[in-house]
């Protein structure tokens, strides 16, 4: 491992998250993480592909699963270029930009197993509602974007965003 953590401190600093999550983080991660070896190992056999043994061949620069869990939250946190990444951890660029599109999906899949993401999509106003029953104040970021300015006055001040020249409109969203 080529950062090298000396306490709880830069261990958020790094990460965001502390020592003690980390280490739970790290075990449902290895799980997943074998998991998904044994699934794509399974899958090669399926369709008679070669494919070693999950473990199997050349062992990579990040060799546990607390170094591949360190690169993958790190480049979460700091959100370095590849070139940075590469020189931080000893690989190459393409090397980094590899483990990272790969061990996404994993930590993903691991966030989800865990229960500890929040809801980013809803496929109803309702459900959104009922995902936020118990909140009193919601705030929203928006973008805005470009419109043509209406002609009717009622809808211009209905669109005004405030700005001058630009005629711009925010999605709203009202909640009973």
């Known amino acids: 491992m080529i950062l090298e953590i000396k306490d709880d401190r830069q261990m958020r600093a790094l990460t965001g998250i ?19 070896q ?24 990040l060799p546990s699963m607390r170094d591949k869990l360190l ?3 790190y480049y979460l946190k700091v959100y370095p270029t590849f070139d ?24 993903y899949e691991t966030l989800v197993h865990m229960d500890v993401l929040p809801y980013r999509e809803f496929s109803s106003v309702e459900e959104f509602i009922i995902a936020c029953q118990g909140i ?11 419109h043509r300015r209406p002609q009717n006055d ?7 965003s405030g700005k001058k020249r630009n005629i711009l409109s925010k999605t709203r969203l009202s909640l009973p």
């Open 136 to 146: 009193e104040k919601l705030l929203i970021d928006v973008t805005e974007r470009l």
């Open 38 to 61: 044994q699934r794509v190992y399974e899958e090669g056999l399926a369709t008679g592909k070669r494919q070693r043994k999950p473990g199997g061949g050349r062992k990579g620069l």
């Open 84 to 107: 940075v990444m590469g020189v931080q951890f000893g690989i190459s660029r393409s090397k980094a930009c590899e483990n990272v599109h790969k061990l996404m999906p994993i930590l």
């Open 154 to 160: 009622n809808q211009q001040s209905e669109m005004y």
């Open 18 to 36: 502390p020592g003690e999550k980390f280490d739970v983080l790290e075990s449902a991660f290895a799980e997943t993480y074998h998991k998904e």
């Open 71 to 73: 690169f993958l939250l």
